[in-house]
């Protein structure tokens, strides 16, 4: 963890100074952005060469897993990265405040990519923890302080800030397969999980820089922990540890322990937790009938983005294994590494979020209602697996297929993606009552984590069927009618969500 020192004045920020401005958005966006840039260099980096290190053999310094067990380990990690952003949030709510938990949290991710470098498996898997640990802290809070520059909830700057937001996320996603891929594959696996954590320690350094540029309100605990909660909750969390660590080492002792002894605890809690959260919000008697009814709307998006993300997430499983075993390296001439797929996605964001953002402004009162965003989002993302389909017939035999196939996938789960996402993290804000701000945005990144703990489900009971034709068509014809389905639904949903449109 790291020193106080890292957070020492971090606690009474200075307005923005000379009424500068960032794209006509306070100056604080700019921090926000490169900070969010830089810490997505160095997620998808890993993310970029993490299934492939597992599945490579050992005698090319690979774990040497199946495809599947590795797919699933994927899904379970990106899903307690999720996960953890609920109390990430929690604890800058209660104890740190968003703006001096993003420090920290900068520093636990550096860390973990630093260990990842380590070419020894128990560091690597400890360099997980840390990153898993250290997005959560981060995920929620960095989100919300970009809420916080607006304090008009209807302020039409902010979904336009919530754009350029996820344009640094996508900018960094975009640079980090290119290089740390590259890196990774074709010079040293370890090299390339160093080249995240030199990633993530830029990032934190311009955060520290810059964070004179925040909102005051960043810097606020809203509701700080008492002294006796403080040592009630030490008491559960010694408890819970101490119970996990006699479970666990009963089963090292008894010789049975395999890897799905983490992946099916860590998939059924991803799908219990949320619904937890709800009923707990929903029965605080803290928050008003109208803050009560908006959560209850707020619960029809959560379920709409976890099966959004069951699809979207596989990109760095299910699509990365079919990259590398079923899709050719090479096009008009040029040929390069399975992991720059990756990078099509941020790409097609970049070139086309701008158009979105001006097209939501331009409609005026005809935009397409938050409800009817998110049905279009989760119609495209199920057709992309339709496309997908295509592809692993024509990969058939052995063949493989040209690149365009995945080209043209990334672009449809792109449309859909701008659709829903950037969506989502705006109204999660405007929804969210005062006492759980930080929370419901580690609600909104529980819908992640749900998502893909659905996936990894799949690909431990489905095994190396996961990449069949009929896995792409029978999840893809579910989430195209998830989308009719909120699609027809809206009606009932707009209401609960009182003034916030």
């Not at 898997?125 to 520059?149: E, Q």
């Not at 040293?188 to 320690?201: I, Q, Y």
């Not at 097209?359 to 697996?385: C, D, E, H």
């Amino acid at each position: 963890m790291p020193s106080t020192s890292l957070t020492k004045g971090l606690t009474a920020p200075a307005p923005p100074a000379g009424g500068r401005t960032f794209f006509g958005h306070p100056r604080g966006l700019a921090t926000l952005f490169m900070t969010e840039m830089w810490e997505r260099f160095s997620f998808y980096g890993m993310r970029a060469l993490l299934v492939l290190y597992l599945v490579a053999p050992a005698s090319q310094g690979g774990m040497a897993m199946k495809a599947a067990t590795a797919a699933a380990l994927y899904s379970v990690y990106n899903a307690t990265v999720y996960l953890l952003a609920m109390p990430g949030g929690w604890i800058a709510d209660r104890l740190w405040g968003p703006r001096r938990t993003v420090a920290v949290a900068g520093a636990v991710i550096m860390t973990g990519h630093f260990l990842l470098a380590v070419p020894v498996h128990g560091t690597f898997f400890a360099g997980l923890v840390f990153i898993a640990i250290g997005s959560g802290l981060l995920k929620a809070n960095i989100s919300t302080m970009v809420g916080h520059l607006y304090p008009d909830r209807n302020d039409p700057r902010r979904d336009g800030a919530f754009t350029i937001f996820y344009m640094g996320i996508n900018l960094g996603a975009f640079a980090a397969p290119l290089v740390i891929g590259t890196v990774g594959q074709q010079v040293n696996w370890h090299l390339g999980f160093a080249l995240a954590g030199v990633g993530m320690a830029i990032g934190l350094t311009q955060y520290l820089l810059g964070s004179r540029h925040l909102a005051p309100e960043s810097s606020r605990v809203p509701t700080p922990l008492r002294g006796a909660e403080r040592v009630a909750l030490a008491k559960r969390a010694a408890l819970w540890l101490a119970a996990a660590a006699v479970f666990y080492g009963a089963v090292l002792f008894s010789g049975s322990f395999t890897i799905e002894w983490v992946l099916w605890p860590l998939s059924l809690a991803g799908l219990a937790l949320p619904a937890y959260y709800f009923t707990r919000i929903r029965r605080d008697r803290d928050i008003t009938a109208d803050e009560r009814r908006k959560v209850t709307g707020y619960i029809w998006f959560f379920l709409a983005a976890a099966v959004f993300w069951m699809i979207y997430d596989q990109s760095g499983s299910t699509l990365t294994v079919f990259a590398s075993d079923d899709t050719a390296s090479s096009l008009w001439g040029m040929h390069f590494p399975s992991s720059w797929f990756q990078s099509l996605n941020p790409l097609y964001i970049m070139a086309l979020a701008p158009f979105v953002a001006m097209l939501w402004v331009r409609l005026g009162r005809r935009n397409p209602s938050t409800t009817v965003k998110f049905a279009y989002g989760l119609i495209g993302i199920g057709v992309s697996f339709g496309v997908m389909m295509l592809a692993q017939a024509a990969a058939s035999g052995g063949t493989k297929v040209s690149p365009l196939w995945l080209a043209v996938v990334y672009l449809v789960q792109t449309v859909a993606e701008l659709c829903l996402s950037p969506v989502g993290l705006s109204v999660t804000t405007k929804l969210a009552p005062a006492k759980y701000a930080g929370q419901m945005m580690g609600l909104w990144f529980l819908a992640v984590t749900a998502g893909d703990c659905v996936a990894a489900l799949v690909q431990l009971i489905a095994g190396d069927a996961f990449l069949s034709q009929a896995s792409f068509a029978i999840q893809g014809v579910v989430v195209v009618l998830a989308g009719v389905a909120v699609l027809v639904l809206r009606r009932r949903i707009i209401p609960l969500m009182g003034d916030v449109r």
